[in-house]
């Protein structure tokens, strides 16, 4: 029998669709079916429960999952330590970050990084959700909490500011909010249903209601752009909003939000060359950039 099936059952597991798996895997919804059902087939057992809502392990699945994370994550801790004997400034190296810190800040950065290093390369994974390091989907990531994984190495870098901000042509229209009460009669740009794990997303529900957001996205560049076309305000980092005068920060002393940055890798990297080398110079820059992260550009 072959591994891929366990790596298949895994997935979906995790993710409780054969979609989602799909998409963790890179492959087709019916390939994951197929394996699913192969496996099934080679161990005379239902593994899992086909309902509306998702996948739901069976007990024989419930039975069978321990003991399959336990080989997959052996498996990847022999992969992760010899991964970990190159010393060679040189290979590639998986970065996960959010959306915005990765394409406003990091990818300067790195492109400064490069010049420095020709021989490393990068993929960078932006997604507002920490990837599953444990699982090699990254070698360092940038977020905006520990979450406090024994497997990983954390370090805390700073503070990312965030502020509420509007722009002119929604100020033409609905007027600007003078105080915190001002602000039941406004409209505001949100993230997606479902982010309620987001700091940021927790701290726009203290300020709005559900009522009054027009417009919820995923990226913070499709909220600059909801906001640039007047559908409402927006908490913001502050070193992302556009500097062309379009835009206005309100209320600064009332609406003024901090949350921490972490650079994190996984404990059997930390002391590859090249995954040390661009974890200092991330620490550095960061040190370098503080300012403007956590208060904006002056």
């Known amino acids: 029998m072959s591994w891929d099936h366990y790596r298949y ?7 409780g669709s054969l979609s989602a798996a ?30 509306s809502h998702g996948y739901m392990l069976t007990s024989a699945g419930r039975q069978i999952l321990e003991k399959i994370e336990q080989a997959s994550s052996a498996f990847q801790d022999v992969e992760r330590q010899v991964r970990g004997m190159d010393k060679a400034l040189s290979g590639r190296i998986r970065i996960s970050a959010t959306e915005g810190l990765g394409s406003y800040w990091l990818t300067p950065a790195l492109s400064e990084f490069h010049a420095a290093y020709p021989s490393i390369s990068f993929e960078l994974l932006l997604n507002i959700s920490l990837v599953n390091m444990r699982n090699r989907e990254a070698d360092i990531a940038l977020r905006l909490a520990n979450p406090r994984v024994s497997d990983l190495i954390g370090r805390k870098l700073g503070k990312i500011g965030f502020g ?19 602000l039941v009669q406004h409209d ?24 009054q957001i027009t417009i919820r996205c995923n990226t913070v560049a499709a909220q600059i752009s909801a906001v640039s076309s007047g559908m409402g305000l927006f908490l913001a980092p502050h070193y992302m909003v556009p500097q062309d005068g379009r835009f206005m920060r309100l209320l600064t002393e009332e609406v003024d939000h901090r949350i921490d940055i972490w650079l994190l890798t996984h404990r059997d990297l930390v002391n590859t060359q090249r995954v040390r080398t661009l974890l200092d110079f991330v620490y550095e820059k960061f040190r370098q950039d503080k300012e403007m992260l956590e208060y904006g550009f002056s």
Do not use: C
């Open 9 to 15: 059952f895994l997935a979906v597991a995790e993710t």
């Open 22 to 51: 799909a998409r963790q895997l890179a492959v087709s919804q019916p390939t994951v079916g197929r394996q699913i059902s192969e496996l099934e087939d080679k161990l005379e057992a239902r593994l899992f429960e086909r309902a």
């Open 164 to 182: 509420l901000y509007g722009a002119d042509n929604y100020f033409d229209k609905k007027g600007v909010p003078a105080s915190m009460s001002d």
């Open 188 to 211: 505001f740009v949100g993230w997606r249903e479902g982010a309620e794990e987001l700091d940021v997303s927790t701290a726009l529900n203290r300020i709005a209601k559900g009522g």
